[in-house]
């Protein structure tokens, strides 16, 4: 069959063990996760400042699944059916948490909001320790403590491994982990302002949590629509443009044999794919010196993991300005 | 994060000097030392209104915490809908009348942890019948017992009577009423229920209060 099949993309020596440490912390994170939604699922009681928070931490599972899930498939090697391969794993990964982020943000607005105009006042009772019976704040506020600072630590550990593979699942779960603090930091202010009988201060703190969720959520749901749309390569914070794509054009541009070059890009996953049109001064060696190029642009960079060539008279086929 | 820790400390000694949890419509100041009103609904045994006295195992609850906490009890009788609604408008500091932890007004009021837990069963008073299974079999039970439900969700035929003494037959009761009724060691258990008060919804004070004074009760 002249199906093409993409070649499988090998992550570099110096970053496989970064890849195997951040598949280690997505699994520690995804139990840790779960352990904290049963903490605090159990101890959370009436306020609204804790579910939001809860909230919070429950979503962090989905990125963390969809990391792992998106690392088993990626490495797949191209099909038929699948002639690009299955780089684009982490796309999905990324766009389906980016939503579950969204909705679940929503919905815990929606509620602190109700429970605001409604004026619900949290009612939080007590519960036996050693025989004596303590009030049930004060275990609310140290579920608060261990949903937030293990979540600090595994942070801190993920975003440079994020920010040296370029993967944005874990870039994104990993910065959101960090400011964690602040969440847990509002889930105890609500339950200590409930204590005060401040009654109101746990909806306006949840309002806010939620509200920070939603944030998030869009701004996620809009980046991970931006890579399904095949934006150019980014830096991992989306705030400019690969420097790889100035390389590459350098690079084309530094050939003799090269009058003028058009360079297309886009992410797929970890790695950069995408289009060159060079327009050659002669026609002789060409298939030669195209193989050549080729060879210079992936050795640019391990991210660099496909680029297809062609040779053009003119940008005819372009949209040139 | 030190910060965290700090703000908790500099809390909990503040805390230490002061009532804490605080009520936000302060109820268990107004009652305390003064006048603890308490609505009681009817339900044998836990209330029972006799002309204008109120008597029953709640009733004896209820004056125990209120001299605990310095209080005279002002009773007020009513319907459990009746009362549950003026709890929530704050104009009762307490209601009580058997109520359990399933009620359907645990979004409108504060209920208790359970104090207590009763266990109820099937058993039969009659050697020749024996209660390991009561399809389409009549069990006795006193009128205003909610077994009802579970006799028939198990398929037997429930009949209520004012008493179950001499009955000779299948009967459902409370578990510590068995060897009133002289029943066999054969039995079936039915799903126990849990027993609450009810307080306003977010007066933590009060709710402490009453959650500390029953629980001490257990030991």
Not at chain 1, 37 to 59: F, R, T
Not at chain 1, 103 to 127: M, Q, R, W
Not at chain 1, 192 to 221: C, E, H, N, P, Q
Not at chain 1, 260 to 283: A, C, H, T, Y
Request: proline share 4%; hydrophobic share 45%.
């Amino acid at each position: 069959m002249s199906i093409g099949h993409a070649v499988e993309v090998t992550i570099p020596d110096n970053l496989q063990a970064d890849y195997r440490k951040a598949i280690r912390l997505e699994w520690i994170t995804v139990i840790y996760l779960i352990s904290v939604a049963v903490v605090m699922y159990l101890a959370s009681g009436n306020s609204q400042a804790m579910e939001a928070a809860w909230i919070e931490d429950v979503v962090g599972i989905f990125p963390a699944v969809a990391f792992l899930v998106a690392s088993k498939i990626h490495g797949k090697p191209a099909t038929d059916r699948f002639p690009y391969g299955f780089q684009k794993a982490f796309t999905v990964a990324f766009v389906g948490a980016a939503i579950a982020l969204l909705v679940l943000g929503l919905y815990a607005l929606v509620t602190s909001l109700i429970a605001l105009i409604k004026a619900e006042h949290p009612s939080i009772g007590t519960f036996p320790l050693f025989g004596e019976e303590q009030w049930l704040g004060w275990l609310m506020l140290a579920a608060l403590m261990y949903s937030c600072i293990p979540a600090i630590i595994l942070g801190r550990l993920k975003l440079p491994l994020a920010k040296r593979l370029h993967e944005k699942v874990l870039f994104v779960d990993s910065h959101a982990q960090k400011a964690d603090w602040l969440t847990a930091a509002g889930g105890m202010v609500g339950v200590i302002g409930i204590g005060f009988g401040i009654w109101w201060l746990d909806s306006v703190v949840a309002i806010a949590i939620s509200s920070s969720i939603v944030y998030d959520g869009i701004t996620r749901t809009w980046d991970s629509m931006k890579d399904l749309l095949e934006e150019m390569p980014m830096t991992t914070d989306n705030k400019n443009i690969h420097p790889l794509v100035n390389d590459v054009i350098s690079i084309c541009l530094q050939c003799e044999w090269v009058t003028d070059v058009r360079v297309r890009l886009r992410e797929s996953g970890m790695v950069f794919v995408g289009d060159v049109l060079v327009i050659p001064k002669q026609n002789d060696n060409l298939i030669d010196r195209i193989a050549q190029l080729r060879e210079d642009l992936m050795a640019i960079d391990w991210k660099i993991a496909d680029v297809v060539i062609s040779p053009v008279r003119d940008f005819a086929q372009l949209r040139e300005k | 994060m030190l910060r965290i820790i700090a703000i908790l400390v500099c809390f909990h000694l503040l805390v230490a000097c002061d009532s804490y949890p605080r009520d936000p419509k302060r109820s268990l100041h107004t009652a305390q030392n003064q006048i603890l009103k308490v609505g009681a609904s009817e339900f044998s045994p836990w209330i029972r209104w006799q002309n204008d006295r109120v008597t029953g195992l709640e009733a004896e609850l209820v004056e125990d915490f209120a001299r605990a906490i310095g209080a005279r009890v002002e009773w007020v009788k009513g319907s459990e809908g009746m009362l549950m609604t003026m709890l929530e408008a704050h104009e009762l500091h307490l209601v009580v009348g058997g109520i359990t932890a399933d009620s359907p007004w645990n979004k409108r009021v504060a209920l208790t942890r359970p104090y207590r837990k009763q266990d109820y069963l099937i058993c039969s008073t009659d050697e020749n019948l024996s209660p390991h299974t009561i399809k389409n079999q009549k069990v006795a039970l006193l009128k205003d017992s909610l077994l009802g439900a579970q006799i028939k969700d198990k398929d037997g035929i429930p009949e209520r009577l004012d008493s179950l003494e001499n009955y000779r037959g299948l009967i459902a009761i409370a578990t510590d009423e068995r060897d009133r009724y002289a029943c066999g060691e054969e039995h079936i258990s039915l799903k126990p229920s849990e027993h609450v008060m009810a307080v306003p919804m977010g007066e933590n004070a009060l709710l402490m209060a009453v959650e500390k004074f029953l629980h001490r009760l257990d030991r």
